[in-house]
């Protein structure tokens, strides 16, 4: 035997005994579409990421990998995955994704939307649990929900009785959106920026511009976010970010000031900018944080409820024998008077005819993105530390293996199963679960049927002459949130003989 054999052959085995040592030891991640270089997977995802993820799932399984650039994104599509994901894993993948917009908004995460896990996020998500959203803090809160619910009421009524517009189709997102905006406004910083005749004040304007100067920002995206070392060539444009917050900064300081000297002379203490600013000591809240809160209940809260009652009217409008079952019980227990959040135990429909809308039309249909905070398994697959991963809730909700005629708008199926919808069961998840779960969730949940009780008891409500339930637009714009493509336009016709049923009587608090 040749000697110089020897050594190459030893060097052959050095070499399979490493492959197979780096094969042993490379993440045996999820199957997904084959990536491009350096790009990933981005210019093959089509604009409506959730119904695209929900697609190739189909091809692919029900955990896939999704390549942002040079960034593992793992979108699971499964109740059964979203329980790994939300439950057995939650403190593993309770971190957050923030792009670089994000950070600079949030400062970092020093609000609750954008924190980390860890003992900041612990300690505000326990001034939002004990404090903010407590039972007792959101009774003392109805009376605004139900005042400007009943101001829609009354400006629908309005419009569509004057004789020009009888029988004309209303566009229903106007109407939601004066409701949801003030009603957040009011929650949160204790004033009503919209006068019942639809006229913005100053302070209110100046609100409005600043919250779509945000989401403008906020929108813009560039291969820099996803390929790191790219991030020179797209640089951020810090100038305007910095302008935004300062922008923003003065105007909640300013309601703060307000709100203090407001204090001082009344020791009230009712709205949530007032009970942070008398928490401050307690929790040791700095004053990024007080501001960051305030506008994450602005930004989950507004646009969220809109989307919901939207989407929910819009199914109603198409489903007309859902629509009169729902107001045959109203008619039942509600009667010739004005509905209460004190109704609802006594309206079971009405409350499965919520739980349909955010099963087919969940507000966040991907939730927010989570982050691996170390190495972890999900569906017998290596996700490694640093992974984005995503829970497609709409695909979830409409997962024919999970529901029974899955795309049909039947609210009939919750009297059948009891479903929780606020994070205990993995089937419908609007306000997501886990140490992320929206705590929001019981009031998003009260304002939403307290809107859809009202359109309904109020108006019966029809499409437009000519347009058939199989006309309405039902596709989503993209983005985070799922507004409608088309607005919904419908018709109201008053249906309670008792005109008196249809003033707002306001409340100041």
Known sequence: MDL???????????????????????????????????????????????????????????????????????????????REVLKDNDQQLADRFRTRSAARFSRDGKDLIWADYGPHYVTVRKVCNLELFAPKRLE??????????????????????????????????????????????????????????????????????????????????????????????????????????????????????????????????????DALLTLQDKYDLSEDTIMGLLWDMITAGMDTTVITVEWAMAELVKNQRVQKKAQEELDRVVGDRIMTEADFPNLPYLNCVVKEAFRLHPPTPLMLPHKASTDVKLGGYDIPKGSIVHVNVWAIGRDPKVWKEPLEFRPERFQEEDVDIKGHDFRVLPFGAGRRVCPGAQLGINLVASMIGHLLHHFSWDLPEGVKPEDVDMTENPGMITFMHTPLQAVATPRLANPGLYKRVPVEM
């Open 140 to 273: 003392g809160l109805r009376p605004i929900r139900e005042d400007e619910v009943t101001a829609m009421v009354e400006s629908i009524f309005r419009d569509c009785t004057l004789p020009e517009k009888g029988g004309k189709s209303l566009l229903v997102r106007n109407y939601l959106s004066g409701v949801a905006f003030n009603n957040i406004t009011r929650l949160a910083f204790g004033k009503r920026f919209v006068n019942s005749e639809g006229v913005v004040d100053e302070q209110g304007m100046e609100f409005k511009a600043i919250g779509a100067n945000g989401i403008k920002l906020g929108a813009i995206l560039s291969l820099g976010e996803y390929v790191p070392w790219l991030r020179w060539m797209y640089p951020l444009d810090e100038g305007a970010i910095a302008k935004h917050n300062a922008r923003r900064d003065r105007l909640t300081k300013a309601i703060m000031a307000e709100h203090t000297r407001a204090r001082s002379q009344s020791g009230a203490k009712q709205h949530f900018v």
């Open 4 to 82: 110089a054999v020897i050594p190459i052959a030893i060097s052959l085995l050095a070499i399979v005994t490493a492959l197979v040592a780096y094969l042993r030891r490379r993440p045996r991640l999820p199957p997904g579409p084959r990536p491009r270089l350096l790009v990933g997977n981005l210019y093959d995802i089509k604009p409506v990421r959730f119904r695209c993820f929900a697609e190739w799932a189909e091809t692919y399984g029900p955990i896939i990998s999704v390549w942002f650039g040079s960034m593992l994104n793992v979108v699971v599509s499964s109740s059964e995955l979203a």
